[in-house]
């Protein structure tokens, strides 16, 4: 109790006060007067105003309680370790460490088991998101470089394997790398014009780079079938068994899984690699890199290149879900809430981005009965985000070379993983 | 001997502005060159139309790394000269603030490595055992420049003398023949001033390599430098050793204004 006291102090309590009387005088026209215009009658509710005073007093007090507190653990720093602290925990506890592995392997494993068709389609969404935002998180997070058009790299590898099917009859697992590949050259294409643009100038292009690429889409109807979208396209068949429609739920789940896997895998080799420094060089500080010998154009167009290509290769996945693509899947909104991932997750964190991808999509499909404030929701939260971990939720950490300079020979240091 | 770094009439116009004005100007092997000037004399300009920054609008850069037939190099991508041999730091602190100390010398080493993306997903044995040297190196350098204790420190938490040396650590890990310094003291306590004067004087010595700085501190100046070189509005107004320069009325005049008509 005198924890929680030390951050209350008669000003604050004064403060939240006037906060809460200019809350009721500002809802006062919307909440109290109720006017009728049919019967012409003013109804006044004033109990609504003694809500809306008590509410937001105690938001005001909540939040005056978390800045303060905020103030006296000096800033990010409190926060940073939460990473850490787990994997410090794993390392004392190996016994621990192994079962909770374990233990969350079997749930992956047993989870669209035990739950319905509905869990797992949701799952599969959110998994595809996690592949979403690991590779926008390698443009942003990791490069620098805030593209808005990420969904044009998404919707390239769904057309991909939707044209594909209909024109040469090809299955999904050829299509996957095919997807994969179109929409890394389509990367390299967006790379070359923006090679000299940065932070507001290349987030504008980029924005109308995927909206170019979606009215394309919408408009061609001799080559992507316009707005009316290419239905029917197959669902993946296993060496060619074609499964019922939960079948296919079930095996689409954990072809996400592997490709989950099999992305975080590539993901972290990349990140700690000569190359993924040059990324990281980029985003702090491009004319320095250029002096340390790092060709930037080079550097610009592999980000670009690197990032579309798990775009590509998770709309050909998203076409074989929903069986059906038109360009409205493919909006501003889409590239939006990918970054949303990223950013709400932590920015250049692996682990940041998978919990960034569980909250954004996953909540919003357990919390259907408050759809209707899903925008309020989202907005409060990034606001609240912003101003109480502006890295992210789970912030990246750096990896850590342990040296042991004294022996001698190749082997003379050991490199411990992040 | 040929000068391993050699400019022509060097010329840089910026829209009406003439920036550098026909500078000759030469450093040998070995030697520890200064250039100085009042502040907007063009320092820095030149700096950066050695570096590739930018590209001169008039005369030529040579460089002769190993003393003997000389390379143009103006209009190279600052990375390409980098590559030459020529490393350099920034007035205003450029480091990679996100990044710990042994990777922004990491960095440095980059252009000297060559794995690949492929190499980086297959973890080949090739790319294993050119991470775990440059390590190693980074390491060492680390370590001679004696920064070693920040080695996992953010470059961001360092103190501000520390970031100076990291800027040269990264530098050196580049391999130069050549080590360019933009106001390495520039901020520093004479304490700190001092030992950078040693620091100077020993990476010379360890690496075999010349120099070239821009400083105000004319102690450190004075100290370090067998030659330097004087600009005032973009113009050299002269060249020589430091008891020259201190005796030159042209540099007098430039620093401290024209006598007469004070």
Redesign the interface.
């Known amino acids: 109790m005198s924890n929680i006291l030390k951050y209350f102090s008669f000003k604050e309590i004064k403060k939240s006060l006037v906060m809460s009387v200019w809350f009721m005088i500002l809802t006062f026209p919307i909440m109290v007067i109720k006017v009728n215009t049919i019967e012409n009658t003013v109804i006044w509710r004033w109990n609504y105003l003694i809500g809306v005073g008590i509410s937001s007093f105690i938001f005001a007090s909540l939040w005056r309680y978390m800045i303060e507190r905020k103030k006296l653990q000096g800033g990010s720093e409190s926060t940073v370790p939460l990473l850490q602290k787990i994997r410090e925990l794993g390392e004392r506890k190996p016994t621990l460490k192994k079962g909770s592995l374990i233990g969350v392997i079997v749930l992956i494993l047993v989870f669209p088991f035990i739950t319905s068709m509905y869990q797992t389609g949701i799952m599969t969404t959110a998994l595809m998101y996690v592949i979403l935002g690991l590779g926008l998180n390698i443009v942003v997070g990791l490069g620098g470089l805030l593209n808005l058009g990420y969904a044009a790299f998404y919707a390239v590898g769904a057309y991909t394997y939707a044209l594909l099917h209909i024109h040469f009859g090809l299955g999904f697992w050829v299509c996957l790398p095919i997807g994969a590949l179109m929409a890394t050259i389509l990367g390299v294409l967006l790379a070359i014009p923006v090679l000299r643009l940065r932070g507001d100038y290349l987030a504008i292009v980029t924005l109308g780079f995927g909206e170019i690429v979606r009215i394309v889409l919408e408009n061609w109807n001799a080559f992507s079938h316009g707005p009316s979208g290419i239905a029917n396209i197959p669902r993946p068949t296993f060496f060619g068994i074609h499964f019922t429609l939960p079948q296919a739920t079930i095996y689409l789940y954990f072809i996400m899984i592997a490709l989950v896997v099999f992305t975080i895998f590539?993901v972290r080799?990349?990140e700690n690699?000569?190359?993924?420094?040059?990324w990281?060089?980029m985003?702090?500080?491009e004319?320095?890199?250029?002096?340390?010998?790092?060709?930037?154009t080079q550097v610009k167009v592999?980000t670009f290149a690197?990032g579309a290509f798990w775009a590509g290769m998770i709309g050909v996945v998203f076409a074989a879900k929903t069986t059906f693509i038109n360009p409205a899947s493919f909006t501003l909104w889409e590239s939006i809430i990918i970054l949303c991932v990223v950013v709400i997750g932590g920015m250049g964190s692996i682990v940041g981005v998978v919990v960034g991808a569980g909250i954004l999509i996953l909540l919003p499909e357990y919390l259907r009965a408050f759809s209707q404030y899903r925008m309020l929701i989202f907005g409060a939260i990034l606001v609240l985000m912003m101003v109480f971990r502006p890295g992210g939720i789970v912030t990246s950490v750096?990896?850590?070379?342990k040296?042991e300079?004294h022996l001698q020979g190749?082997?003379?240091?050991k490199?411990e993983d992040k | 001997m040929v000068p391993i770094l050699e400019t022509k009439n060097l010329t840089m116009d910026f829209g009406g502005l003439r920036a550098v004005d026909n500078i000759n100007f030469r450093v040998n092997q070995g030697e520890i060159v200064a250039l100085i000037g009042p502040n907007g004399a063009g320092k820095t300009t030149f700096f950066n139309c050695i570096?590739g920054?930018y590209k001169p609008t008039g005369g030529d850069v040579y460089i002769a790394p190993d003393g003997n037939g000389q390379e143009r190099i103006n209009g190279m991508?600052?990375?390409k000269v980098?590559?030459k041999g020529l490393?350099?730091t920034?007035q205003n602190i450029?480091?990679?603030?996100?990044?710990?100390v042994?990777?922004n010398v990491?960095?440095?080493r980059?252009?000297?490595?060559s794995?690949?993306?492929f190499?980086?997903?297959f973890?080949t044995k090739a790319?294993v055992?050119?991470?775990?040297?440059?390590?190693?190196d980074s390491?060492?350098i680390l370590?001679e420049i004696g920064l070693?204790k920040y080695?996992?420190e953010?470059a961001k938490n360092l103190p501000y003398g520390a970031q100076r040396r990291l800027e040269i650590a990264?530098?050196m890990a580049?391999e130069p023949f050549l080590l360019l310094l933009d106001e390495p003291a520039a901020g520093m306590n004479p304490q700190e001033t001092n030992e950078l004067d040693e620091m100077i004087l020993q990476i010379r010595r360890d690496n075999n390599i010349s120099i070239l700085l821009i400083e105000h501190d004319m102690s450190l100046v004075m100290s370090v430098s067998e030659k330097i070189f004087v600009v005032d509005y973009g113009k050299l107004i002269a060249e020589g050793t430091p008891n020259e320069i201190k005796k030159n009325p042209d540099v007098i005049k430039a620093y401290l204004g024209d006598e007469a008509n004070a």
């Open positions: 590539v080799r990349l690699s000569r190359m993924g420094r040059t990281i060089a985003r702090e500080d004319i320095a890199s250029q002096s340390m010998g790092i060709n930037i592999t690197l750096r990896k850590v070379y040296i300079p190749g082997s003379d240091n490199v | 570096t920054v991508k600052p990375n980098t590559e490393a350099r920034f450029r480091l990679f603030q996100n990044m710990t042994l990777e990491m960095i440095g980059h252009c000297r490595l794995a690949g993306i190499g980086a997903i973890r790319t055992e050119e991470e775990k040297k440059v390590v190693q390491y060492r370590e070693s080695v996992n953010f990264r530098a580049t």
